[in-house]
C-alpha cells in the first residue's frame, strides 16, 4: 500500500510504480477514498476491491 501526499509529480510517480509492477507481473489494484468518505472504514480497500470484482485494471 502507499500513500503519497502532496506535489505536483505524485500520479506521474505512482503511475510509474504501478506500471513497473505490472510489467514484473503483479496484480496492481488501485483504490481511494476522500476526505467526507474517513467515516467509512478502509474506504480506499472497498473501491479497490469492488473495481477487481468489475475487471476493472486502474
Not at 468518505?37 to 474506504?43: D, Y
Not at 476491491?49 to 476493472?56: D, K, S
Amino acid at each position: 500500500m502507499a500513500r503519497l501526499v502532496g506535489g505536483t509529480a505524485r500520479p506521474a510517480r505512482l503511475d510509474a510504480v504501478i506500471s513497473g509492477l505490472r510489467q514484473a507481473g503483479f496484480t496492481v489494484l488501485r483504490g481511494r477514498a476522500t476526505a467526507y468518505e474517513q467515516h467509512i472504514p478502509f474506504q480506499a480497500f472497498t473501491d479497490a476491491f469492488a473495481g477487481a470484482a468489475q475487471g476493472r485494471r486502474d
